[in-house]
């Protein structure tokens, strides 16, 4: 059993910042990946960033040079440190995992943007 908690979501002004963090807790061997998505509404749930074991990152176009995705194989947490946030950015945020071949998703976070 993996749960998936988050936290760090909330409302912030356009241009603000805001940071979340994600600690997987249960049988976890080490995640080969963790990251975050994000759903608006109306829209498709998409990735935002993603950080393998390795440490190796892959970005969403539209968050590059904004986000920074970071993660503390100990601890089994993840970070997303989200600077210069747009209204754009307003979704919810839901942490992911993939432990043992098995994908594992958080409650979800949101994340308000005002303009």
């Known amino acids: 059993q993996v749960q998936l908690v988050e936290s760090g979501g909330g409302l912030v002004q356009a241009g603000g910042s805001l940071r979340l963090s994600c600690s997987a807790f249960g049988t976890v061997f080490g995640a080969s990946a963790m990251g975050w998505y994000r759903q608006a509404p109306g829209k498709q749930r998409e990735l935002v960033a993603n950080i393998r074991s390795g440490g190796t990152t892959d970005y969403a176009d539209s968050v590059k040079g904004r986000f920074t995705i970071s993660r503390d194989n100990v601890k089994n947490t993840v970070t997303l440190q989200m600077n210069s946030l747009k209204p754009e950015d307003t979704a919810v945020y839901y942490c992911?995992?993939?432990?043992?071949?098995?994908?594992?998703w958080g409650q979800g976070t949101q994340v308000t943007v005002s303009s």
């Open positions: 992911a995992a993939v432990i043992a071949g098995n994908s594992y």
